[in-house]
C-alpha cells in the first residue's frame, strides 16, 4: 500500500488522468443507461404525470408480484413491440429485477420521457412498497378442519 501512496506522489500527471477517466467512465456508463427514478418519485410521476409503468420481467416473474398499473412486455419481446411503446405520450417507466436490464430497454426505446426504477422491483420492495398479486404462503387462509371433540 506504501507504494501506491510513493507511485501517487511520484507520478502526479498520471494519477491525474486515471482520476478523471475513472470519473467519466463512470458519468457516462450513468448517463448510457436511461434517467432513473426512485420508487417515491415512481408514486408522484404516476399520479401527477399519468406515467405508464412496463415490466420487462418474464411472465412467471410478474405473476409473483409486480407494481399496481403496471403492464408486462417482456424484454424478449421489447424489439417487437417498439413502435406501441414509443407511441405512449405520457412519460414511460421500465421495471425490471434490479434495475440493470431496464437500462438497456430505455436505450432500445430511445425516447426523452423514458425513465428506469433504481433497483427495480428489489430497490421497490426495499423502500418498503407493495406489491400487486404476491403469491404468499402466509397470505392464503389456512384450512380449518371440523374438530371431532365438542
Known amino acids: 500500500m506504501d507504494r501506491a501512496f510513493e507511485f501517487m506522489g511520484n507520478h502526479p500527471f ?10 467519466l467512465f463512470f458519468t457516462i456508463e450513468n448517463k448510457r443507461s436511461g ?4 420508487p417515491n418519485t415512481l408514486g408522484m410521476m404516476v399520479n401527477s404525470q399519468n406515467a405508464q409503468l412496463i415490466d420487462i420481467r418474464a ?6 408480484g409486480y407494481i399496481q398499473g403496471s403492464r408486462n412486455i417482456p424484454f424478449a419481446e ?10 405512449i405520450e405520457n412519460p414511460i417507466i421500465i421495471v425490471c429485477d434490479i434495475g440493470v ?5 430505455v436505450q432500445m426505446i430511445a425516447k426523452d420521457n423514458v425513465y428506469r426504477l433504481e433497483g427495480g ?12 398479486g404476491l403469491k404468499n404462503a402466509q397470505t392464503k387462509k389456512a384450512k380449518v378442519k371440523p374438530s371431532l371433540h365438542k
Open 14 to 23: 498520471l494519477f491525474g488522468i486515471l482520476a478523471v477517466l475513472a470519473i
Open 35 to 38: 434517467k432513473k427514478i426512485s
Open 59 to 64: 411472465k412467471k416473474k410478474f405473476a409473483t
Open 78 to 87: 421489447l424489439n417487437e413491440r417498439l413502435d406501441e411503446i414509443r407511441a
Open 101 to 105: 436490464q431496464a437500462g438497456a430497454a
Open 121 to 132: 422491483i428489489g430497490g421497490w420492495q426495499g423502500a418498503g412498497m407493495p406489491l400487486v
